[in-house]
């Protein structure tokens, strides 16, 4: 029986709608299987490890070789949440990956940082006229200082957290280990003589790596109780071996009485944690 035209008509259409469902499917099929595909990185030296979390404390999941493709799923920190070809999943240090992700941060919420309390354990740091350790006080504020970075998502490591001795070479390699975006290093000052120097400065080492952060964190204690003596170049292990911004800040001289009076404050600490925090967030506005 022939069709009518209409019924001719109407077949046409219908075979034509399903073509073009037909390619419009495989169109969503290319495009899909395109996005992953420039999704993907590659591992760029001879071994990395996938990791738990988006950091070197967590727990391995396994090694994976150079070449070895990943899908990224996400990104926390310098760290990717990726899919393996075995289907693995995990976290990977996105500074062994090709293309790297970004190395800029805008944020604290996105930084990596490293805080270093002066001295600890066999090591007292300098003493006040009364005979407190200069490792007490380091240790206090930068605590302090890693407790208000962390309630804004930040991660932060502590090179120590209790008062035990770290070498001098280990404090920069935890900064180069784990790409920090920030050292700091916390100290209070000593002169020759007691009492015959007051107030705190900040330094660098590398001038082009460091000085903006360095200008960022010293720029917000000029209105705290003690003189700000300003930004100065200092030839100090734990800044002048590390490979990204690092700057040493001496916030008081521990033997003379009037600036202890306020390292021993915990007013003051607060005052200090709070500017150094304000800094470190306008150093990253500013990226």
Known sequence: MRRSKKQHSSFKFTNLAILILIIAALMGIIISRTFVYFKQVKVN??????????????????????????????????????????????????????????????????????????????????????????????????????????????KVYLTRSSDHFVSLAARPALSNQVHADAFISFHFDSSPIENSASGVTTYYYHRQLSYRLASSINHRFNNISLENRGIEFGNFEVIRDNDFPAILLEMGYINTDRDFQQINNAHYRTTVAKDVVAGLSKYFDGN
């Open 45 to 154: 030296v001879n071994q990395t490890t996938l990791r738990k979390g988006p950091g070197v404390e967590y727990q391995k999941i396994k090694q994976l070789k150079h070449g070895s493709r990943l899908t990224v799923i996400r990104s926390k920190y310098h760290w990717y949440y990726v899919r393996t070809s075995q289907n693995n999943f995990g976290w990977v240090a996105n500074w062994n990956l090709q293309p790297q992700g970004s190395k800029k941060v805008h944020h604290l919420s996105d930084a990596t940082i490293v805080l270093d309390p002066g001295h600890g354990g066999s090591d007292s740091g300098a003493l006040s006229s009364n005979g407190k350790m200069e490792k007490t006080y380091t240790l206090k504020l930068a605590k302090d200082v890693a407790r208000r970075l962390r309630s804004r998502g930040t």
